[in-house]
């Protein structure tokens, strides 16, 4: 497609109020298991600011440190 647009592949979605991520590119593995809606918030505004930065990227978002979480992220989904 002629449309410049970002695709944004987020881990497991929190409430929490932390403002903490890492970024994967298409083609790297992704990391993390959990990323809060204010982090993936944060990405947006920064692309929102400067479109061509991300333009035409497939960006994987995780906090830092949650790998092999997974576990913990289904007992969360059960708890919701």
Do not use: C, W
């Not at 970002?6 to 298991?33: C, Q, S, V």
């Not at 809606?37 to 949650?66: F, M, V």
């Amino acid at each position: 497609s002629d449309i410049p647009a970002t695709i944004i592949r987020a881990a497991y979605m929190t409430d929490d109020t932390k403002i903490d991520y890492e970024l994967t590119y298409k083609g790297e593995r992704f990391k993390g298991t959990m990323i809060s809606r204010a982090s993936i918030a944060d990405l947006i505004i920064k692309i929102i600011a400067e479109p061509t930065a991300y333009e035409n990227t497939s960006l994987g978002i995780a906090q830092p440190g949650t790998d092999n979480m997974l576990p913990q992220v289904k007992l969360m989904a059960q708890h919701r």
